[in-house]
């Protein structure tokens, strides 16, 4: 039972424009949210989180979005840079709980 | 750089043989977590340890086993090695017991012929 999805294996997109990333989770329990950025060899990332009291939170470039009745958040990219190509995970924990659940990923391109 | 630090990189071992993967936490956090990133499985959570003891455990196969030392390293053993478990196996921590950042390592690639 995938209780974390991100249904789009990949998004291109041009320099300067907008990248939208979307996750969808099923497990009501979940309400810490949170997305890693990683780059072919090397570890994820952490990008930026979001508690599912709140609904935006914004880093820089970064915004994340939470739609609590939908079970959907996406991630925000603005502008987009040809340095942000790299595989975006979402992930969802329970505040109370330790363990990650991760969606599939979305590999991200960014075209000059 | 996270600040976590794992070891070997990469690694080539047979069927049946035994492995150790390390890692060391970022400096002050008592969690490590271990993930596995296998081609058909996504990132799975395999076991959590909080200062030295195992706090949560996932999908994690009994021929593998985890510990956690004073210093707070933890070893990941992995044991009667098949060709399955072939993957990327990641090691995290945080500050908490239910840290909300959570810092992953760059991995520990491990191929089974």
């Known amino acids: 039972d995938q209780q974390v999805k991100q249904n789009s294996p990949s998004l291109s997109v041009q320099e300067g424009r907008i990248s939208i990333l979307n996750c969808d989770y099923t497990n009501s329990m979940f309400d810490y949210f949170l997305w890693y950025k990683k780059y072919p060899a090397e570890g994820p990332t952490f990008l930026i989180s979001i508690s599912s009291i709140k609904d935006k939170n914004e880093d820089g470039r970064f915004t994340v979005f939470l739609n609590k009745s939908a079970k959907h958040l996406s991630l925000h990219i603005v502008p987009s840079q040809p340095g942000d190509s790299a595989v975006y995970f979402c992930?969802?924990?329970?505040?109370?709980?330790?363990?990650?659940?991760f969606g599939e990923g979305t590999q991200l391109t960014v075209n000059p | 750089d996270s600040g976590v630090t794992q070891t070997p990189k990469h690694l080539i071992t047979a069927t049946g043989q035994r492995v150790t993967l390390r890692c060391s936490p970022r400096s002050g956090d008592l969690s490590v977590y271990w993930y596995q990133q296998s081609l058909d499985q996504g990132l799975q959570f395999l076991i959590q340890?909080?200062?030295?003891?195992?706090?949560a455990k996932g999908n994690i196969l009994e021929r593998f086993s985890a510990q956690q030392f004073p210093d707070l390293h933890s070893e990941l053993n992995l044991s009667s090695l098949e060709l399955g478990d072939s993957a990327l196996y990641f090691c995290?921590?945080?500050?908490?017991?239910?840290?909300?950042?959570?810092?992953f390592g760059e991995g520990s690639w491990l191929t089974v012929v």
């Open positions: 995290a921590s945080s500050a908490t017991l239910t840290g909300n950042t959570i810092y």
């Open positions: 340890y909080y200062n030295g003891e195992e706090r």
């Open positions: 992930a969802a924990k329970e505040t109370s709980g330790s363990r990650l659940t």
